[in-house]
């Protein structure tokens, strides 16, 4: 992507070309991957490579010729399925003849060996652990879980220079000092406790920097760089420790975009630009401060604030955050909500922000408590809350 900008907003605009359209939401099923990787032609080269603790298959698929490898997994969390969806859009248009200049680029340079849905028994229940309870991203070391000892084995055997580790954050991350969500991070994860940087992991942040010049027109103050404390049991670290330039990508919020379906673009953007500055040596020639001008992320925006609100004689504005359970066989979540701040918090960010001001409140205003109250003009309910559970539309 020379002209990059212009070409990113390009491809934005023709998503429609290479969207996967079986994928709708963050509900994504291991055989619906199945189904998918059935209709993609020999290109395509794929192995099985292992199973889940549940027996689901664990598929390998390497597209390319190319002298330089580069490794691609996603949804170790079962829950995080945006790199998912993204790395399937991305199938598609490797294949999509109006972008053939940039695939027959990326074949020719590169061989792309991709993992998808790591941890399929956590998306068949819409979990973050595995089947066995286990957080796969903190069993590098132990590797209790066959799905850790699957992505330890492969890079191991294939050593690839560079690896993309996908997820999906918090919604309730932010960009400090703008109240936005962070909607994408970015961060070459650290390979020691003192956050060293050697060549391994200085590549990974000139791809970063690279990624985030072609992204960041695109979602203006909406890009942050996510915690790079050391984790010495998560793969990141130590893929990094072991010499693949390793770049994690999470996928965070975006105001109405719960099911990921226009955050999934943005993140199919940044892979692409990624594996681009990586086919065409652009990363070389970046600037290394590049990534350290991307601001952190931090926790000041709530999914709900309401404000000017007069509590027992008090003008207040009260933030709620909630918390998703799933339910019907992981199909669906339930989303709880906490009362989790209470006073003055106009320069905070929000999802849904609600004027207070006239209306009448009943019920209980607690800190930490699920929310319990009713929100009325007139006797015209406008919001209404049962064990923290909503009563309205939001
Ligand atoms: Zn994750």
Redesign the pocket.
């Known amino acids: 992507m020379r002209n990059h900008n212009m070409q990113a907003v390009d491809i934005l605009k023709q998503y429609g070309q290479f969207i996967t359209p079986e994928l709708t939401n963050r509900f994504v099923k291991h055989a619906t991957v199945v189904k998918l990787l059935e209709q993609l032609p020999t290109n395509f080269r794929q192995t099985k490579v292992g199973e889940s603790h549940q027996k689901r298959s664990l598929q390998l698929i390497q597209w390319g010729r190319g002298p330089i490898d580069i490794f691609l997994w996603s949804q170790?969390?079962g829950d995080?399925a945006t790199g998912t969806m993204a790395i399937f859009d991305l199938f598609n248009f490797l294949q999509c003849p109006a972008f053939q200049d940039i695939s027959q680029e990326l074949e020719k340079s590169c061989t792309l060996h991709f993992l998808p849905m790591v941890n399929p028994d956590g998306a068949e229940m819409f979990t973050?652990r595995s089947a066995q309870k286990i957080d796969i991203?903190r069993d590098y070391l132990q590797t209790a879980t066959p799905e850790a000892r699957l992505l330890k084995s492969i890079r191991e055997q294939i050593k690839p220079a560079f690896g993309f580790n996908l997820?999906?954050?918090s919604t309730l991350w932010s960009v400090k000092k703008t109240g936005n969500p962070a909607t994408l991070s970015f961060l070459a994860p650290p390979y020691n406790e003192a956050l060293d940087i050697n060549v391994t992991r200085k590549n990974a942040m000139l791809v970063i920097g690279d990624i985030f010049e072609q992204l960041n027109p695109l979602l203006p103050q909406q890009i942050g760089l996510f915690d790079d404390e050391y984790e010495h049991r998560a793969f990141g670290d130590n893929f990094q420790a072991a010499g693949m330039s390793t770049i994690l990508i999470e996928a965070g919020g975006l105001h109405l975009d719960e099911e990921k379906q226009e955050i999934r673009k943005y993140y199919f953007l940044s892979i692409l630009s990624g594996l681009m500055s990586i086919a065409k040596n652009n990363y070389h020639h970046k600037n290394p401060d590049v990534y350290h001008t991307i601001p952190a992320n931090n926790k000041e925006i709530f999914h709900l604030l309401v404000h000017n609100l007069v509590f027992e004689g008090t003008t207040l504005s009260i933030g709620l955050c909630y918390e998703e359970e799933p339910v019907q066989n992981g199909e669906a979540v339930c989303q709880s909500y906490i009362i989790q701040d209470i006073g003055d918090l106009r320069h905070l960010g929000a999802y849904r922000v609600l004027e207070g001001e006239g209306l009448q409140i009943t019920g209980e205003i607690d800190i930490y408590k699920p929310a319990n109250f009713q929100l009325s003009r007139d006797g015209e309910i406008i919001m209404s809350f049962k064990n923290g559970i909503s009563q309205s539309k939001l």
Do not use: K, V
């Open positions: 170790m969390h995080e973050r991203n997820h999906d954050q």
